[in-house]
């Protein structure tokens, strides 16, 4: 197959996955809200908020083991199973003494549910290993499969759980029991690896990438969580407004699974232009579309409440696009072990709380003009990096 028709068929593969994965996340959501009574409801989208939260050391580990894999093509495999065992085990240790904490703050009453989300933490870590050992091979038609079938576990056994038993803890124990199977399938497709001893060095490479990607996900969401605090009143205009944003981030997701594995070799200059170009490509038709078609997509996407409102969606969308953008640099910069992007990333964080809670807050345009300059910013500061900063000495090039 041409490189061209390969590369294409990849991206499609890797959307396709990414899609369902989100869309079931909306199923879940809608079903669950007819099923539930609001308390119940409430209870569960917390749990499963904080489930998402457990889930980013699964991403900091999809992310080193791919770069690993894809600089050393020919090195055992049994290590870094070993590493992702390690980690699981340590999450689910740390998500059992945090349980406590977390029903107490979300006022959770179903004992059984806090437990049960205590036991997904582990296989969704080791979930981010195989899809790191498949991304750094680029085997992205699997990848994509595996994607799309731990969605459908964690959905499909939270569907089940809620249809036997009516409550927030059979959704979570069916959320368990889906990413569980969803893990041993993974291990199947990834070649069935057996663990063994691995250096503690690459735990500080997990470690890094997941406090990094923490990064991304609190400035993805953050210019929500000020706008609420900051303009309760018109918080779900704002909300209305903030689907832009992540749709111009989440477009051009498949662009940066690709691109990642590419960052380890000799083609890593080509694929990180490529790379840029595509991701604003496609994000920059969300903005066009904002710009040209702003109160429809207003309607379309909040119904006719919204019809009279005179919010301008475009900002929105530049600010999804300049997050896109930022998050194909951060990789570049974990792909060279290099924590200056992760630091600029958290005090990206900072300004932007800072603009808001000080400064711009007397309405939407305000909040998310101040989000859309800070991630512009993070984008100049992230490409001075790149191009000036020139390569460390490669993290993963150590041995095992």
Known sequence: MPVQQRAGWHALAVTAGVMTSNASGYLLTVVAARMLAPFAFGELSALLAVLLVAAVPAMGMATAVALRVAAHPGEPRGPLTGLGIAVAVGMTVLAAVAMPLVAHALHVTDVGALVWLAVSVAPLTVNGLWLGMLQGRQR????????????????????????????????????????????????????????????????????????????????????????????????????????????????????????????????????????????AALSGAVVLAAVLFGPELLTLVGGQSYEDSELSLWPFAVNGAFLALAQILLFAR????????????????????????????DSPGQVVGAAAVTTGALVAAGAFVELRGGRLPPRHGRTT
Not at 342 to 352: D, K, Q
């Open 334 to 361: 974990i792909a060279d072990g290099d924590r200056r992007a992760t630091l600029l990333t958290w005090l990206a964080v900072a300004v932007e709380t800072a603009l808001v809670l000080g400064w711009l807050n």
């Open 140 to 279: 992205f038609g699997r990848y994509s499969v595996l994607v799309a079938g731990e969605a459908a576990g964690r959905v499909g056994g939270a569907l089940t759980g809620l249809a036997i038993t009516g409550t927030s803890g059979g959704a979570m124990a069916g959320v368990a029991t889906g990413v569980t199977v969803s893990t041993c399938v993974g291990w199947v497709v990834s070649g069935r690896p057996v663990p063994a001893r691995f250096r503690a060095a690459r735990l500080a490479e997990v470690a890094h990438a997941a406090q990094a990607l923490l990064a991304v996900v609190v400035l993805v969401n953050l210019d929500l969580v000020l706008a609420r605090h900051v303009l309760p009143a018109v918080s779900g205009e704002y909300a209305v407004g903030a689907v832009l944003a992540k749709i111009a981030y989440w477009l051009p997701h498949a662009v940066a699974i690709l691109v990642l594995p590419r960052l380890t070799g000799a083609g890593r200059k080509k694929a990180m232009t490529a790379g840029l170009a595509v991701c």
